[in-house]
């Protein structure tokens, strides 16, 4: 029903036009430092004794008991979204480590290892959020897909939390949704010197939108399963492909 909507949808929105599906986006390898916010030094999370590397980092999304993946959530408002934090280790062998009941990485199930077992490292996590809440397509004097400016900003009480509860209300711009709507999500990890992100503000469709691509950990919340439920989707998006 959804992708109907959205092209009905689409058809009354000023500022918008429908453009080539994007690419298929990699749920891929994180990046070291895509412009998240350094969290304050804070107490290490995880085991004194465990040894290992952290290579990736993932957040995984669960609509109520249902197994946490790495794709887009979708959920009414009457259901809990919860983001867990997975992280992988090289020590010899490659460990996940992840808090989440059920987990599914890159389509597939994984069994992972309590993060307290992880060798130590700290947690903090960002919404990737519009700085602006209008966008035209138009403005100017030809028609282009103008760049929709996203920004990091940290998440209050987060900080070690190997799991939170999305929240989809934005900070940047005017909530119009009251709990309903689209944001996106991203985790940095420090080991030591290092810190590794999941995607972030970086991760652009490039041609044909201004927005995001799914590698950018997104949850959208709707009132509802009607049809004016699903729209409210779009809060807190600038345009339609945002």
Request: net charge positive.
């Amino acid at each position: 029903m959804r992708p109907a909507l959205l092209l009905i949808a689409a058809c009354s929105t000023a500022g918008s036009a429908p453009s080539e599906a994007p690419a298929a986006a990699s749920k891929a390898a994180p990046v070291i430092g895509a412009h998240a916010p350094v969290p304050r030094r804070a107490a290490a999370f995880g085991h004194p004794d465990a040894r290992g590397t952290v290579i990736a980092v993932h957040i995984a999304a669960a609509v109520g008991d249902s197994v946490a993946s790495d794709r887009p959530a979708y959920a009414r408002k009457d259901q809990t979204v919860t983001l867990y934090a997975a992280i992988e280790v090289e020590d010899g062998k490659r460990t996940v480590y992840s808090d989440a009941p059920a987990l599914e990485l890159r389509g597939k199930r994984v069994t992972a290892q309590p993060l307290s077992r992880a060798p130590q490292h700290t947690l903090a996590w960002n919404r990737i959020e519009p700085t602006e809440a209008n966008i035209s397509n138009g403005d100017g004097p030809t028609f282009h897909f103008e760049t929709i400016v996203y920004r990091p900003t940290p998440i209050d009480g987060s900080t070690n939390r190997s799991a939170i509860t999305a929240d989809v209300r934005p900070t940047l711009i005017t909530d119009h949704g009251g709990g309903v709507g689209t944001m996106r999500f991203q985790l940095a990890v420090t080991q030591g010197a290092r810190v590794l992100t999941t995607p972030g503000i970086d991760a652009r469709r490039g041609k044909g939108s201004g927005g995001l691509t799914d590698a950018v950990t997104r949850v959208s919340i709707r009132t509802d399963d009607s049809y004016l439920g699903y729209l409210t989707e779009m809060y807190g998006q600038p345009y339609i492909w945002a």
